[in-house]
């Protein structure tokens, strides 16, 4: 396969887009860290497989930022790795075999297109860790899915990200795992990764993710009403992580009411 540098190289963003970049990075994480009250949105569909729809759903969005840009940061989810259905990174077109150089090169075009046409840098969720510097230029959130959380790889490779990474609870809806991914992803670390010896100084940005799961009966429980979300950041703080962002209540003006232990409940999430 072609080297992510190769890919780069051949599929470059241009100076203003990384300079677009740079700007939506820094609000985000200001989000995150608790210096920009606004609200962080993480929007649209779980799976991006078809150019010209992507595109099209994003730049819808770009007036709704418009018009929320007081209270509310979007970052549109653009998942090009999903493996329960067609992919892109994968099968690019799904009425011909899989192609993996071609799966890389069009995940990568999508997202430079999505940015230069709707002014909004986005998200993905990381399934496979060494398709991570093939976007790593591009991409303003990273995701880590529950079937991933547990996997050393993802949580080492989370580590040396410079952007917020969300990480998810295992479908069985557990904390701990969820918690142990993000003290591992904000701790640093030495590993291999794509053939090369990697030092990381830890990504203080990882948080969690309330996704739900299943249990022992298969049915399917939530785990994110707010006797769940008192519960998690009472652990979060007596494991002592950075940052938590999680929904919670608000008040009849629509402002955070509850701070605990230095970590904020906020409409939204």
Same mark, same amino acid.
């Given at each position: 396969?072609?080297?992510? *540098?190769?890919? &780069?190289?051949?599929?470059?963003?241009?100076?203003?887009?990384?300079?677009?970049? &740079?700007?939506?990075?820094?609000?985000i994480? +200001?989000?995150?860290? #608790?210096?920009? %009250?606004?609200?962080?949105? @993480?929007? #649209? =569909?779980?799976?991006?497989?078809?150019?010209d729809?992507?595109?099209?759903?994003? %730049?819808?969005?770009? &007036?709704?930022?418009?018009? !929320?840009?007081?209270?509310?940061?979007?970052?549109?989810?653009?998942?090009?790795?999903?493996?329960r259905?067609?992919?892109?990174? %994968?099968?690019?077109?799904?009425? &011909? *075999? =899989?192609?993996? @150089?071609? #799966?890389?090169?069009?995940?990568?075009?999508? $997202?430079?297109?999505?940015?230069?046409?709707?002014?909004?840098?986005? *998200?993905? /969720?990381?399934?496979? =860790?060494?398709?991570?510097?093939?976007?790593?230029?591009?991409?303003?959130?990273?995701?880590?899915?529950?079937?991933?959380? /547990? +996997?050393?790889?993802?949580?080492?490779?989370a580590?040396?990200?410079?952007?917020? !990474?969300?990480?998810?609870?295992?479908?069985?809806?557990d904390?701990?795992?969820?918690?142990? %991914?993000?003290? *591992?992803?904000?701790?640093? $670390?030495?590993?291999?990764y794509?053939?090369?010896d990697?030092?990381t100084?830890?990504?203080?940005?990882?948080?969690?993710?309330?996704?739900?799961?299943?249990?022992?009966?298969?049915?399917? @429980?939530?785990?994110?009403?707010?006797?769940?979300?008192?519960?998690? !950041?009472?652990?979060?703080?007596q494991?002592?992580?950075?940052?938590?962002?999680i =929904?919670? +209540?608000?008040?009849?003006?629509?402002?955070?009411?509850k701070?605990?232990?230095?970590?904020?409940?906020?409409?939204?999430?």
């Amino acid at each position: 396969l072609p080297t992510p *540098a190769d890919i &780069k190289r051949d599929y470059p963003l241009s100076p203003e887009l990384r300079e677009l970049k &740079k700007h939506r990075d820094l609000m985000i994480s +200001d989000v995150i860290t #608790g210096k920009d %009250s606004r609200v962080l949105v @993480i929007i #649209g =569909p779980c799976s991006a497989d078809n150019e010209d729809s992507v595109c099209d759903y994003v %730049s819808r969005l770009t &007036k709704i930022q418009e018009d !929320v840009k007081d209270q509310v940061i979007l970052v549109p989810r653009i998942y090009t790795n999903k493996p329960r259905t067609t992919g892109i990174a %994968s099968q690019p077109d799904p009425e &011909k *075999a =899989p192609d993996m @150089i071609e #799966g890389l090169i069009a995940m990568r075009k999508m $997202h430079i297109r999505a940015i230069e046409e709707s002014g909004l840098t986005c *998200a993905d /969720e990381m399934l496979y =860790p060494e398709n991570w510097g093939y976007v790593e230029d591009l991409l303003s959130y990273v995701a880590i899915g529950a079937r991933s959380v /547990e +996997d050393q790889q993802h949580r080492l490779t989370a580590s040396g990200m410079d952007i917020p !990474v969300g990480m998810k609870n295992p479908t069985s809806g557990d904390f701990s795992v969820m918690l142990n %991914s993000v003290i *591992a992803a904000q701790s640093s $670390h030495n590993f291999i990764y794509r053939g090369m010896d990697v030092s990381t100084d830890g990504n203080d940005l990882a948080h969690v993710i309330l996704r739900g799961g299943v249990d022992k009966y298969g049915t399917c @429980i939530p785990n994110y009403h707010y006797e769940d979300l008192v519960r998690l !950041v009472e652990v979060y703080g007596q494991k002592n992580l950075k940052y938590a962002l999680i =929904p919670g +209540d608000v008040d009849k003006d629509g402002k955070q009411i509850k701070k605990y232990k230095g970590f904020m409940l906020r409409n939204g999430g």
